[in-house]
């Protein structure tokens, strides 16, 4: 049985839980800037684009192929950011590790914690302030103080 919001402290899913969530574990695999620049984007909170992300991530890929796996630098970086942000802990070895021997299975899991987190990489960074902004709209369109301005606004308006 699960609890929402799952506990601080403690991951959601294993790092080889990939097939708990079947798309994310497929774009992991098939194309991993696309979950990465998701991840990236949320736990930044906007400041990063998707798409920058995404992107980075794919040339680093690709130009540290031959020397260095620049890539698994850039990604455990984020992994911190996902720890530091939920206190989770360095499992199953260090953030650089994971991302080095298996960078696919670290993607999918950093998405789909998101995602069990009620923070869904694929809807993009969502404000904080959304829902309340929202509720606070509703009361004002049905207080009695938006008819009165609505009314003379009009007669402003009007003449």
């Not at 994310?24 to 930044?44: K, N, R, T, W, Y």
């Not at 360095?90 to 069990?116: F, T």
Request: hydrophobic share 35%; aromatic share 12%; charged share 15%.
């Amino acid at each position: 049985m699960s609890t929402y919001p799952p506990p601080t402290g403690e991951w959601t899913t294993g790092l080889c839980g990939c097939f708990s969530d079947c798309k994310s574990c497929c774009l992991s695999f098939l194309c991993p800037c696309i979950p990465f620049g998701q991840v990236a984007e949320v736990l930044d909170k906007g400041m990063t684009s998707c798409g920058l992300a995404g992107l980075l991530y794919c040339l680093l890929l690709h130009a540290g192929v031959a020397v260095v796996p620049c890539h698994c630098i850039y990604t455990c970086t984020y992994r911190r950011k996902l720890r530091a942000a939920y206190d989770l802990p360095p499992e199953p070895c260090a953030d650089c590790c994971v991302h080095m021997w298996c960078g696919p299975c670290a993607i999918s899991q950093m998405y789909r914690e998101l995602k069990n987190r009620g923070a869904d990489p694929a809807m993009g960074r969502q404000p904080a302030f959304s829902l309340s902004l929202t509720s606070h709209c509703r009361f004002f369109l049905k207080s009695k103080y938006y008819h009165i301005i609505k009314k003379n606004w009009r007669t402003v308006k009007y003449g």
